[in-house]
């Protein structure tokens, strides 16, 4: 599962960062889900991902954060 935001790395650059989550990966130490609730929820006993539930900076640190690796963030430059 997938989530993509765009962001902006400078006054030129265009980023997408896109959240991936790997169920088969996430050993539920909900790190994540307690950290920021706004944007990792489990939904029906699935983790649902809001972007625009926080910062960029605060989701790159909650993501860096997972001891599992099951989040990951991938930039993408589209400048
Ligand atoms: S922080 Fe990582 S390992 Fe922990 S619940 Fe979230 S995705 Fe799973």
Known sequence: MDHS??????????V???IAYDAKVCIHAGN?????PAVFKIVNEQLVIDPKGASEAEIRQTVAS????ALQIADTDMS
Request: net charge positive.
């Open 5 to 14: 935001i765009q962001t902006s790395n400078s006054w030129r650059n265009k």
């Open 16 to 18: 997408i960062m896109k």
């Open 32 to 36: 994540c889900v307690n950290n920021l």
């Open 66 to 69: 997972c001891p599992s690796g």
